[in-house]
């Protein structure tokens, strides 16, 4: 008998409810005081095609999806066909057999076991709409776990509207007794979950922790146009506006969302924008605009697989190079890579203080893995980070004593920021280059003094990043290997440690969050005491590698690249890891 | 009470003798004058071209953004702080051909700006090619053959986008333009000013004299600028007599009129250090 370990995957159509099913199982696991991790594969598509959703639930911690699924909840014959080789030996599959003409003999394998639930039926005799099947197999898998119908319960009167509720909750007990009825402890995989765990973790996506970190971080205007993995953070903000006195426009592309962004942030508040590679690719010039002006703003660059269009859905890390070199010419920028949701949180409010402080635009740099994946984690520490405006002037009138110049060259190039309306003040400023007062000037002495100036800021930055965490490391400090890496190849790794580990490998994890300004220091102090180094990214390229190389004038020892779309599955990165050393 | 003196500024003005951006200039300096705002209310925001200039001539608050990208950085500042006045000035290229994308968006969302069009119907600063509302065989360097389009038409545009308030001006007639920037700042929405501008050095064809000929005011003929449909076949009018003037005027409730949760306020003023997300937290538990 496996006891709180398992791996379950739901898979359908499009349209089907398959994400919104798995979050709900994910949910009910971590109310039984588990802990969960859901990711989901989706196509560019609308309705049909192949989806599915995998939830983790353990006891230990646990940071990613694993290779293989113990359950298969298919949902269609399509999926029960593409996923039945990742079923471990002693598996099971639980769908409507009658329904997909499944049966025991037809399975292939006879190391899998076949439980079929008339979940049509059940739906009909409901009077129910036909994605209610997804309840009465929750249901039913729930029975099969020996686990707890009435967490179940819980979760989906807080996830429907009452009425809806009352006859989900009935699907999921049609389900829950013909299993109990047909299958009562056949199955060799128990969930024993804790009822008084109830409500003390949360469960969000890496969008909604970003869009959560904004929010509290005083985030007043957000703009964007939609563009997968990007597109749920604007959802999220969206609703939230009234609520929070926001004004969040659906822009008519990432052109105007960046210059809108960037106008509201010349008028004074904090302002955000979302989008992936090719949005990101429009939004440049505008970038390069708020950093010639001096404009504060986030944007979010959530990468999927390029060139071009590439895989609109699924995930890469492609656009390392491309967010730090972004624009025309040269500039501070910010660039932090959240790895978990946790830091999708805490970095996005650290993003909106350095971007306000420093008064540059800030990139933070996730990807549909991280953005579209449920990971559980505390409630997030609301006094942890205050709110910092670095240099911004919020009285009504300026009362300095000499003429206000927006930007008045400083010892640390951060000159004072007053909002247009000031009294006293004319705020000017300008995508030419130009002079203290934002006048245009070609003059080669002045132009090279507010280059100057602006790069001080980049000397400020580092010095302030030393109060920062630019890096993690994770592991055992005298290791045998140590692996680096950045975003959200983050839980995959630490998976893999612990595989490894188990074979006796002791390896450590050296996770890179700020990526511009690189942390130089932060980095060689790890990497000079190192036995053998391994660079782990989504990408073709290796541009950490050719970071580290190039600030570091240090090689590493290997890569293990993927580039195929998908995020790297613990146990075959941890048998890449050991091939390569 | 602003007066010229505090208008001006330390600049030096580098467009040609007799640009007709100076028409512009002047008209908008005198604007502000009648309209007795304060300098500091005021934010000025302009693209790229001879126009972008602009943020250097006026002694407010600017911002001399992109190329093409006025109205969205426009609609942010008044987004954010109602409060301000805010007026975009465009070139023909930065706003019908750059910033294109923008335009009906702008005029659709209906925020209270107002847009001023410097139509020299030529680019300048990048020494003469055609833009969006070139006329057909005008002769530039990138149509040494004549250009083969018709021009684009941003009135007509504008009124089948529903613009509130729709107008076209002339930069050789400041007092009449003065009057149309009064009224184009004073309306509460979106304000499109159109100005037929003389670009003396590389627009050989649109010149202070073919205006002139040409040029009448609407006002002068009782056009009732509450009729969409008449303002319409106006703005089709080309050739020996063109309209100036206001095509069609007419109020509709702005686009923070319909964000009652944010009416009136300025999101400036609002503090951010201590916004609580405890609620949204417990509902993801």
């Given at each position: 008998?496996?006891?709180?370990?398992?791996?379950?995957?739901?898979?359908?159509?499009?349209?089907?409810?398959?994400?919104?099913?798995?979050?709900?199982?994910?949910?009910?696991?971590?109310?039984?005081?588990?802990?969960?991790?859901?990711?989901?594969?989706?196509?560019?598509?609308?309705?049909?095609?192949?989806?599915?959703?995998?939830?983790?639930?353990?006891?230990?911690?646990?940071?990613?999806?694993?290779?293989?699924?113990?359950?298969?909840?298919?949902?269609?014959?399509?999926?029960?066909?593409?996923?039945?080789?990742?079923?471990?030996?002693?598996?099971?599959?639980?769908?409507?057999?009658?329904?997909?003409?499944?049966?025991?003999?037809?399975?292939?394998?006879?190391?899998?076991?076949?439980?079929?639930?008339?979940?049509?039926?059940?739906?009909?005799?409901?009077?129910?709409?036909?994605?209610?099947?997804?309840?009465?197999?929750?249901?039913?898998?729930?029975?099969?776990?020996?686990?707890?119908?009435?967490?179940?319960?819980?979760?989906?009167?807080?996830?429907?509207?009452?009425?809806?509720?009352?006859?989900?909750?009935?699907?999921?007990?049609?389900?829950?007794?013909?299993?109990?009825?047909?299958?009562?402890?056949?199955?060799?995989?128990?969930?024993?979950?804790?009822?008084?765990?109830?409500?003390?973790?949360?469960?969000?996506?890496?969008?909604?922790?970003?869009?959560?970190?904004?929010?509290?971080?005083?985030?007043?205007?957000?703009?964007?146009?939609?563009?997968?993995?990007?597109?749920?953070?604007?959802?999220?903000?969206?609703?939230?506006?009234?609520?929070?006195?926001?004004?969040?426009?659906?822009?008519?592309?990432?052109?105007?969302?960046?210059?809108?962004?960037?106008?509201?942030?010349?008028?004074?508040?904090?302002?955000?924008?979302?989008?992936?590679?090719?949005?990101?690719?429009?939004?440049?010039?505008?970038?390069?605009?708020?950093?010639?002006?001096?404009?504060?703003?986030?944007?979010?660059?959530?990468?999927?697989?390029?060139?071009?269009?590439?895989?609109?859905?699924?995930?890469?890390?492609?656009?390392?190079?491309?967010?730090?070199?972004?624009?025309?010419?040269?500039?501070?920028?910010?660039?932090?890579?959240?790895?978990?949701?946790?830091?999708?949180?805490?970095?996005?409010?650290?993003?909106?203080?350095?971007?306000?402080?420093?008064?540059?635009?800030?990139?933070?740099?996730?990807?549909?893995?991280?953005?579209?994946?449920?990971?559980?984690?505390?409630?997030?520490?609301?006094?942890?980070?205050?709110?910092?405006?670095?240099?911004?002037?919020?009285?009504?009138?300026?009362?300095?004593?000499?003429?206000?110049?927006?930007?008045?060259?400083?010892?640390?190039?951060?000159?004072?920021?007053?909002?247009?309306?000031?009294?006293?003040?004319?705020?000017?400023?300008?995508?030419?280059?130009?002079?203290?007062?934002?006048?245009?000037?070609?003059?080669?002495?002045?132009?090279?003094?507010?280059?100057?100036?602006?790069?001080?800021?980049?000397?400020?930055?580092?010095?302030?990043?030393?109060?920062?965490?630019?890096?993690?490391?994770?592991?055992?400090?005298?290791?045998?290997?140590?692996?680096?890496?950045?975003?959200?190849?983050?839980?995959?790794?630490?998976?893999?440690?612990?595989?490894?580990?188990?074979?006796?490998?002791?390896?450590?994890?050296?996770?890179?969050?700020?990526?511009?300004?690189?942390?130089?220091?932060?980095?060689?102090?790890?990497?000079?005491?190192?036995?053998?180094?391994?660079?782990?990214?989504?990408?073709?390229?290796?541009?950490?590698?050719?970071?580290?190389?190039?600030?570091?004038?240090?090689?590493?020892?290997?890569?293990?690249?993927?580039?195929?779309?998908?995020?790297?599955?613990?146990?075959?990165?941890?048998?890449?890891?050991?091939?390569?050393? | 009470?602003?007066?010229?003196?505090?208008?001006?500024?330390?600049?030096?003005?580098?467009?040609?003798?007799?640009?007709?951006?100076?028409?512009?200039?002047?008209?908008?300096?005198?604007?502000?004058?009648?309209?007795?705002?304060?300098?500091?209310?005021?934010?000025?925001?302009?693209?790229?071209?001879?126009?972008?200039?602009?943020?250097?001539?006026?002694?407010?608050?600017?911002?001399?953004?992109?190329?093409?990208?006025?109205?969205?950085?426009?609609?942010?500042?008044?987004?954010?702080?109602?409060?301000?006045?805010?007026?975009?000035?465009?070139?023909?290229?930065?706003?019908?051909?750059?910033?294109?994308?923008?335009?009906?968006?702008?005029?659709?969302?209906?925020?209270?700006?107002?847009?001023?069009?410097?139509?020299?119907?030529?680019?300048?600063?990048?020494?003469?090619?055609?833009?969006?509302?070139?006329?057909?065989?005008?002769?530039?360097?990138?149509?040494?053959?004549?250009?083969?389009?018709?021009?684009?038409?941003?009135?007509?545009?504008?009124?089948?986008?529903?613009?509130?308030?729709?107008?076209?001006?002339?930069?050789?007639?400041?007092?009449?333009?003065?009057?149309?920037?009064?009224?184009?700042?004073?309306?509460?929405?979106?304000?499109?000013?159109?100005?037929?501008?003389?670009?003396?050095?590389?627009?050989?064809?649109?010149?202070?004299?073919?205006?002139?000929?040409?040029?009448?005011?609407?006002?002068?003929?009782e056009h009732d600028y509450t009729d969409r449909q008449k303002a319409l076949e106006k703005s089709f009018e080309w050739g020996d007599r063109i309209p100036i003037g206001i095509f069609c005027k007419k109020e509709k409730p702005t686009y923070r009129d319909n964000l009652p949760h944010v009416k009136g306020m300025s999101l400036t003023k609002v503090p951010i250090t201590d916004v609580d997300i405890t609620p949204l937290l417990e509902s993801m538990t």
């Open positions: 008998m496996i006891v709180n370990k398992i791996s379950v995957m739901i898979g359908g159509e499009a349209g089907a409810g398959i994400t919104r099913s798995g979050f709900l199982f994910a949910k009910v696991c971590l109310r039984g005081g588990l802990h969960v991790f859901g990711t989901s594969d989706y196509q560019s598509l609308i309705r049909g095609g192949h989806n599915f959703y995998v939830v983790r639930a353990d006891a230990e911690e646990i940071y990613s999806q694993t290779d293989a699924i113990d359950v298969l909840l298919a949902l269609n014959k399509e999926t029960f066909h593409l996923h039945r080789d990742e079923l471990v030996s002693g598996g099971g599959i639980l769908c409507d057999g009658e329904e997909l003409g499944l049966t025991d003999r037809s399975l292939g394998r006879d190391d899998l076991k076949l439980y079929s639930v008339p979940l049509k039926r059940f739906v009909e005799e409901l009077n129910g709409a036909l994605i209610m099947r997804n309840t009465v197999a929750l249901g039913a898998v729930v029975a099969l776990l020996s686990y707890d119908l009435e967490i179940l319960n819980g979760v989906i009167r807080d996830t429907f509207k009452p009425k809806v509720a009352i006859l989900n909750v009935k699907a999921a007990k049609m389900g829950y007794d013909y299993a109990r009825e047909h299958y009562a402890a056949d199955f060799d995989y128990r969930l024993e979950g804790r009822s008084s765990a109830g409500k003390q973790k949360i469960f969000l996506t890496g969008n909604e922790a970003v869009g959560l970190g904004a929010v509290r971080a005083g985030c007043r205007f957000f703009a964007a146009y939609p563009m997968t993995p990007a597109t749920p953070l604007l959802h999220f903000m969206a609703p939230l506006n009234r609520e929070y006195g926001m004004i969040v426009v659906p822009a008519e592309s990432e052109i105007a969302a960046i210059n809108m962004v960037a106008g509201g942030s010349f008028a004074g508040v904090r302002t955000m924008t979302a989008t992936s590679g090719g949005g990101f690719c429009l939004m440049s010039e505008g970038l390069g605009m708020t950093g010639m002006t001096e404009t504060p703003v986030v944007v979010m660059l959530a990468q999927r697989p390029g060139p071009s269009t590439g895989l609109p859905t699924y995930s890469g890390q492609g656009d390392l190079r491309f967010a730090i070199h972004a624009s025309q010419g040269e500039f501070p920028r910010l660039i932090i890579a959240p790895g978990d949701v946790e830091e999708c949180f805490y970095k996005t409010m650290e993003a909106f203080n350095l971007a306000e402080k420093f008064q540059i635009p800030a990139i933070l740099i996730t990807d549909k893995y991280l953005v579209e994946s449920h990971g559980e984690t505390e409630p997030f520490d609301q006094s942890k980070i205050q709110v910092d405006r670095g240099l911004l002037l919020i009285e009504d009138e300026y009362t300095g004593e000499e003429e206000y110049r927006r930007h008045k060259i400083t010892e640390n190039g951060v000159s004072l920021r007053a909002m247009p309306g000031t009294k006293g003040t004319i705020v000017r400023t300008n995508a030419d280059e130009h002079n203290e007062s934002g006048y245009t000037t070609e003059d080669p002495e002045l132009t090279a003094k507010m280059v100057d100036k602006r790069f001080r800021k980049v000397d400020a930055l580092i010095k302030d990043l030393e109060n920062y965490e630019t890096v993690k490391l994770y592991g055992h400090e005298e290791a045998d290997v140590t692996i680096v890496g950045w975003g959200s190849t983050k839980g995959p790794i630490r998976e893999a440690m612990k595989l490894l580990l188990q074979e006796g490998l002791k390896t450590n994890y050296l996770q890179i969050i700020y990526l511009d300004p690189f942390p130089v220091a932060n980095v060689r102090k790890v990497l000079n005491s190192t036995k053998t180094t391994v660079v782990v990214e989504n990408n073709k390229t290796s541009q950490l590698s050719s970071l580290i190389r190039q600030h570091l004038l240090m090689p590493v020892n290997h890569k293990i690249l993927k580039y195929d779309g998908r995020p790297f599955n613990p146990g075959k990165l941890s048998q890449r890891i050991k091939e390569v050393l | 009470m602003v007066t010229l003196e505090d208008l001006n500024t330390p600049k030096k003005n580098t467009w040609c003798p007799r640009c007709g951006n100076f028409g512009i200039l002047m008209a908008f300096k005198k604007a502000l004058m009648q309209l007795n705002l304060e300098r500091d209310q005021v934010v000025l925001v302009s693209g790229i071209g001879c126009h972008g200039k602009m943020v250097n001539y006026v002694n407010v608050n600017g911002l001399h953004g992109i190329h093409g990208r006025v109205l969205p950085l426009a609609t942010g500042i008044k987004l954010v702080n109602p409060s301000l006045t805010v007026v975009g000035f465009a070139g023909d290229a930065d706003c019908y051909d750059e910033g294109w994308g923008h335009f009906s968006h702008a005029i659709r969302r209906n925020i209270d700006t107002t847009l001023i069009v410097h139509n020299n119907m030529v680019l300048g600063l990048t020494t003469g090619q055609t833009t969006a509302t070139s006329q057909r065989g005008f002769k530039t360097k990138s149509t040494p053959f004549g250009s083969i389009l018709p021009a684009l038409n941003p009135v007509a545009h504008a009124l089948v986008s529903n613009g509130t308030f729709v107008a076209r001006g002339y930069s050789g007639d400041v007092e009449h333009l003065t009057s149309l920037m009064v009224e184009a700042i004073k309306h509460r929405g979106f304000a499109l000013l159109d100005v037929f501008q003389p670009c003396v050095t590389f627009n050989y064809l649109n010149t202070y004299d073919w205006f002139h000929q040409r040029v009448y005011k609407l006002e002068e003929e």
